[in-house]
């Protein structure tokens, strides 16, 4: 070969989904209301349902590490982070199968409180484990999780249908998950107790399934998504698929006062956890402006958190943080280093 | 710790399942069809359909190895495997989520060809890739699949339901996946044209969906499992299931005439292949001995192979296969090394 080939890792987490929709896409059928691209899949089923179907791996020493999480707080985390994804969509949780590749040597003891943290996260929202599959690897722990859940499609939230005008609200604090792990590779599991909340952001985060499933009945809201990817990221994924802009007020963002010193002490700007630190796992929706008020209400009736960040603006306006002095950036999804002042 | 803690290979993979039936069954839902143990799940939906779902893992140097498949090949047989599970239940296959952790050094053009062998694989059978999540790996590439389909539950056939009388047919050879195995590791992939067959067994499996749906939709079988495991395990989940007992007829086995030779330059005992194999991916299943005919007709006008291999007998009876002279063996699911002459 003359040139040489480029790899996955040069294309790209996005440009490989651009690949897969162009390979995989074409003729599909009426009933497939979200495909490749979308946190979900979703499959109408009949007028008032929709299977909404998600996966996601985890695979030691990439997404976890046995010297920080135990086999519990392993298997609770693996249904989490899809019961997330389903509750994006406003979506009840229902089955989860299992695909596990382990290596011959894991203690079955692990092995049981693994299923046990598992069983435990899904059936606090009345999900059940049904099924999966077991293979041999050769060193390294894979747990993949398949879950689906039904939403009515009248209520289904996804990325699409922000506004210009619309309130951009955030369910929970934002960047305790990186900031924990920062805690963890420092530190290790047994830290210091002001660590605790964050380390316990980190290894066991609590998706906002109910909050999802509340915002999303009421009808107020317009779109949907989870912070997985970090804020700046994710509120991109929203202003792509609406075709629109945004203004974030950093002086609003939501977060855990024991994040400065965590920051200070890894030498890190605050912001590589608030705007970039990412499985957070919060719920960051939009809202018409003069929905705001009975948002706010419904979360207040319903016990949980909400705070307004932000603004929905028209698309040539660009995405912009705003900082504490009032001093605006252009919000880049990739990280701190590409933050530039405009 | 006074006493070592077994692993998971020492509990074995059915050992597992069960610890995983212990941990997560319990209270279920009524529309749970199927659960943990089978080989997928099935949850009732309304009163003509219900949804069945399962997933496959391929890992690389355990299930497949770059040196002897192609990238376009392990995406077909990928969703093969998947494919053959959802026919064993007579369901139609709707939609698979791929599930991948990428080594960032893969080349970007096998990522295309292993996406292009899924599709073609699933659109073969009006079947559509619809999402799913790409995570990166360290070393090895890891190629999950959850797919999912539909199918009437007043057709769904599963492991129970053979009853002592019934034929027990198989709709293709047996052995030739685990034989172009032996193949590929003894010659590689470039050998000669004589294995060609064999070797296309084993790395393009060919799922019988058609045949499953219309042995299914006929209403005639009474129990159905595709022989993953091997013909030998597979018809043991059958009687386990059944509570029943089993003749195979050993003269009966349908195989390629050119195992014998692989048998021997492997220096292997031909049913290492026909009956401990596995991965073949033919359908396993059993139908009353007064509808053995009509089953027959109809393979024969919907041109497909079907063999009659032997008997459902009483539970007490036992597990046997009887050889070319009429001698009988038990018949272990356990493979060779434990075939014991009774």
Redesign the interface.
Known sequence: MSER???????G?FG??D??RT??GGD??PD?L?????D??V?R??DH?A?V?????Q?E???FQWNTITPYQLGRRSMAVNLSDIASMGATP??A?????????????H??KM??G??DEVRQFGA???????????E?L?V?V?M?GMVDPAHMLTRTGAQAGDVVYVTGALGSSRAGLDVLMRYGPSCSDEYAEVVRAHLEPRPRVREGRTIAQSGLATTMIDVSDGLAADIGHICDSSQVGVEIDESQLPFDAVLFKIARNAERDLREYTLYGGEDYELLFTVRSTDANAMERLAQENGFALRGIGRVVADREGRTLIDPQGTRHALDPKGWDHFRVV
Do not use: Q
């Open positions: 080939e480029p790899t996955v890792a040069e294309i987490e490989l989904i690949r897969i390979i995989c599909t059928s497939l979200l495909s490749i691209g979308d979900t899949a499959v089923l009949d349902r299977m179907a998600t996966c996601d791996i695979v020493d990439i997404h229902l089955y199968l299992t695909s596990l590749a382990v290596p011959p040597s894991l203690p079955a003891a092995f049981d299923f046990a598992m069983n059940l484990v049904v099924g999966g599959n077991l293979a041999r690897s050769n390294r894979v993949d398949f689906w």
